[in-house]
């Protein structure tokens, strides 16, 4: 079994082998290839070369085509800073993106990134998992109107419409999956969600049977969320995966998150803290250790978050050999 057919089983909660292994790489991948990453994503032959050759070096099952929460705000108009050399880019502080309809095509890096999309798929999408990334409804609902509530039912809509633009063009190229990631803390994200939770269901509704209609997996990325919460936010939103970043889970913590994915039909993933060396040995024994016990099918491996630019190549090479060897 490949690690494309090992990723789609595991979202449809059959995979019997080894977990896979999804990092989100993305800064890295520019310091692999030794071209800055402000220059690498507005050049679809570097954005390509570099995925692939850190697909390659680092052994992973899954290529995630980007990872950047500013590429949809920038969209709407918000100006983008880019800190250094292979830092993802920040939204300048006094930016503000105007509330219209926006057309991806005219957005300064989103043809790019979906040409790479397509040349990934073309390249490595027989073997590995091709995955787009975008900015989930209510953290991009959030950057264009600054935090402010009472433009949310302006804004809401307009993120869904781009997003679901972006969506068909990602299954248009094939992806098997894509992941909508919310940055708003765990403790925020579902008083924010409920807040509006008509249209904020709605929208997530219609882009969850988009990807599903592309035969594609939807997911949602939430960051220190409680495990408490998941059930409620499943009956909510209903994604196809969770992917629970920021957790620190021990033995009792994983058999929860096996229980929601059996009861919730929902894949799970579970961040090893790769930035941090010293938790990073101790989390993933624990749930190797777990895994190799219980033999869950839902369940995959991802980075905590985007791997730091300066995360040791020798760290990574021996996380991914420990994953392979499983």
Request: proline fraction near 7%; aromatic fraction near 8%; charged fraction near 20%.
């Amino acid at each position: 079994m490949n690690s494309k057919t090992a990723f789609r089983n595991t979202f449809k909660l059959l995979n019997g082998e080894r977990p896979v292994y999804v990092p989100f790489v993305y800064g890295l991948a520019a310091r692999i290839s030794q071209v800055p990453l402000e220059e690498m994503v507005m050049d679809a032959s570097y954005y390509t070369g570099a995925l692939e050759e850190a697909c390659g070096l680092l052994r992973y099952d899954g290529i995630v085509t980007g990872y950047d929460a500013t590429l949809e705000a920038e969209a709407f108009g918000a100006e983008v800073e880019w800190p250094g050399d292979y830092a993802a880019p920040k939204l300048k502080p006094d930016s503000r993106p105007g509330l219209r309809e926006v057309d991806p095509a005219a957005s300064p890096r989103i043809p790019v990134l979906l040409e790479v999309t397509k040349r990934i798929g073309m390249s490595r999408g027989k073997d590995v998992a091709v995955i787009g990334v975008l900015t989930g409804p209510v953290f991009l609902a959030n950057l264009l109107t600054g935090g402010q509530d009472g433009a949310a039912m302006t804004a809401i809509p307009l993120a869904g419409n781009l997003l679901m633009k972006l969506v068909k063009s990602l299954g248009d190229l094939r992806v098997d999956a894509v992941f909508f990631r919310e940055d708003i803390p765990g403790a925020d994200y579902p008083g924010r969600l409920a807040a509006h939770q008509a249209p904020y269901t709605a929208v997530y509704n219609t882009l969850f049977n988009l990807v599903r209609h592309y035969n594609a997996f939807p997911a949602v990325i939430l960051k220190d969320i409680p495990l408490d919460d998941i059930t409620g936010l499943h009956k909510m939103i209903a994604p196809g995966g969770f992917i629970l970043l920021g957790q620190r889970l021990d033995d009792a913590g994983l058999a929860r998150v096996r229980e929601f994915s059996a009861s919730l039909k929902a894949a799970f993933g579970l961040p090893l803290p790769v930035a941090e060396p010293d938790l990073l040995t101790g989390q993933y024994d624990i749930i190797s250790r777990f895994i190799g016990g219980h033999k869950p099918t839902g369940l995959f491996y991802v980075s905590d978050g985007e791997i730091p630019e300066d995360t040791p190549l020798e760290t990574l090479h021996d996380l991914a050999a420990k994953i392979n060897r499983a």
